[in-house]
T-cell receptor, first 115, second 110 residues
Framework: DSGVTQTPKHLITATGQRVTLRCSPR?????VYWYQQSLDQGLQFLIQ???????AKGNILERFSAQQFPDLHSELNLSSLELGDSALYFC??????????????FGPGTRLTVL | DAKTTQPPSMDCAEGRAANLPCNHS???????VYWYRQIHSQGPQYIIH???NNETNEMASLIITEDRKSSTLILPHATLRDTAVYYC???????????FGAGTILRVKS
């Protein structure tokens, strides 16, 4: 158990819909990272927040957005969903803003299925 | 970003040491080597990381060659529960993301 929690575990929805994925970091961690894992793309970095501020951006679609709240939990919002958005979404947390020795600990993930 | 090359799959007998190689010939002097693993579709699990010296923790050992162009992750006594995809990652000097490749599928067999 990494200490990172994610809800829900599974989500099934229809194309065009909007969903929100939630992540609670390990106690004391200030950074939250979001990753997407699809069958054809592997694990890809989406976005990082540090202490409420966006810190780094990866291959995140404009239809996706994220935020980190004062209690440090984070939400990833996915809108206008397409079939290709079906994937595992992982959240990770670390205790610093990042860097070469910043170890990220991953949550169990949310499996999103878009029908 | 320094690229890594790993064999697509490996087999290991239960109870034996599993040695997983990784090539990272373009690594920069200040970039760390990280290892994660992913069991089935669970979240990636941190294993170990190092810069130039060999490292050991309760899970594994990391051996980095003197020229830093390659490394080996060693699971000293592999069990069936070590069957997973193992990712070797070179931590980029700028930015915070982890860049995952295809990894090595390790199958531990009884």
């Amino acid at each position: 158990d990494s200490g990172v929690t994610q809800t829900p575990k599974h989500l099934i929805t229809a194309t065009g819909q909007r969903v929100t994925l939630r992540c609670s970091p390990r106690s004391g961690d200030l950074s939250v990272y979001w990753y997407q894992q699809s069958l054809d793309q592997g694990l890809q970095f989406l976005i990082q927040y540090y202490n409420g501020e966006e810190r780094a951006k990866g291959n995140i679609l404009e239809r996706f957005s994220a935020q980190q709240f004062p209690d440090l939990h984070s939400e990833l919002n996915l809108s206008s969903l397409e079939l290709g958005d079906s994937a595992l979404y992982f959240c990770a947390s670390s205790d610093t803003s990042g860097g070469r020795t910043d170890t990220q600990y991953f949550g169990p993930g949310t499996r999103l299925t878009v029908l | 970003d320094a690229k890594t090359t790993q064999p697509p799959s490996m087999d290991c007998a239960e109870g034996r040491a599993a040695n997983l190689p990784c090539n990272h010939s373009t690594i920069s002097g200040n970039e760390y080597v990280y290892w994660y693993r992913q069991i089935h579709s669970q979240g990636p699990q941190y294993i170990i990381h190092g810069l130039k010296n060999n490292e050991t923790n309760e899970m594994a050992s990391l051996i980095i060659t003197e020229d830093r162009k390659s490394s080996t992750l060693i699971l000293p006594h592999a069990t069936l529960r070590d069957t997973a995809v193992y990712y070797c990652i070179v931590r980029v000097a700028r930015g915070n993301k982890l860049v995952f490749g295809a990894g090595t599928i390790l199958r531990v067999k009884s």
